[in-house]
């Protein structure tokens, strides 16, 4: 990545907004870095993903808890190149409760908190609160990844005006299923989260694939979670996030079927769009602005 030719990680159309009204912004993929080695997170930020994600949960053995929120709390902050998000502990356990006071004494000024193992919207609340009462504006990611989380997935997903994307997690899910984590078993649970994200506004990413040293097999599981709806995945490899990228862009037929969609919305005087003989409703219109954004995202960052 050329740091003197930051990629901007937002486009908007139309005043500065989306159809929907909110910024589009590309969130094709979540690159995870442990916590407590230093010495990654600039190879994670260089890797071109759109967020990387510092983590202080899993990756993190029990003893360097303490080491690893030092180091990992000061990278919260604005850039312009990637979104910064921290991935806590549960905030129902002590160790996210320090997470959680370790980044409200830094006082970043911008970034995400991403909570896992979110079991009710409570939990959710109860941080929004924490960090408005804080005066922190920072934005929420919340990790879908338990059967008590999936059976009240939409009131999660729509607690907090914070929330700027799920994440669907598939080991611990299958776990407690008692299932393989492969496409057929973790259907269901998968669609469903794709359909809270959906119903919140957000953007919803699929859990990072294990078998991460075989492109095919990371292609393969990206192309499943698109066709499913998911908006970008989760990575845990820095040579996973071009394919993952690439995947989650519009392809070349896409981008020239929404500009032909928005070509017609725009040079109509009634606010409905008729294309090949079919009216064309503001859902459409909203998909194709976004495909048309991020597409634009994807030519800034080909030039890098």
């Not at 995400?112 to 920072?138: C, H, M, N, Q, Y």
């Not at 794709?194 to 990206?222: M, T």
Request: include cysteine; aromatic fraction near 4%.
């Amino acid at each position: 990545m050329n740091s003197h030719s930051p990629a901007p990680r937002s486009i908007t159309h139309d005043n500065g907004k989306s159809a929907s009204g909110r910024p589009v912004r590309a969130r094709r993929s979540l690159l995870f870095a442990p916590g407590d080695r230093e010495e990654v997170h600039a190879k994670a930020l260089a890797a071109g993903p759109d967020i990387v994600c510092i983590d202080l949960e899993d990756a993190v053995a029990p003893t360097r808890k303490a080491i690893a929120r030092d180091i990992a709390v000061p990278f919260l902050r604005a850039d312009p190149r990637v979104e910064r998000a921290l991935r806590i502990n549960s905030p129902r356990s002590a160790e996210g409760l320090r997470d959680l006071l370790a980044v409200i004494a830094a006082r970043p000024d911008a970034g995400v908190i991403f909570l896992p193992k979110v079991a009710t919207a409570d939990e959710v609340r109860w941080v929004d609160d924490l960090l408005s009462e804080s005066g922190l504006s920072l934005g929420l990611g919340v990790l879908i990844e338990s059967v008590e989380g999936l059976e009240n997935v939409v009131p999660i997903l729509s607690a907090s005006p914070r929330i700027v994307f799920a994440m669907f997690g598939g080991a611990d899910l299958s776990a407690e299923l008692g299932v393989e984590i492969s496409e057929t078993p973790l259907l269901y649970a998968r669609s469903r989260v794709v359909h809270a994200a959906k119903l919140a506004g957000i953007d919803v990413l699929d859990v990072p694939s294990l078998a991460f040293r075989d492109e095919a097999v990371v292609r393969a599981d990206a192309r499943h979670a698109k066709a499913l709806g998911f908006t970008g995945k989760g990575v845990i490899h820095p040579s996973n996030v071009a394919v993952v990228n690439a995947t989650f862009s519009p392809t070349p037929d896409e981008v020239a079927a929404a500009e032909r969609v928005m070509e017609a919305y725009r040079a109509s005087e009634t606010g409905l769009a008729v294309v090949d003989g079919k009216l064309v409703e503001r859902p459409v219109i909203r998909a194709m602005e976004r495909i048309l954004a991020l597409h634009g995202i994807g030519q800034t960052d080909e030039k890098k």
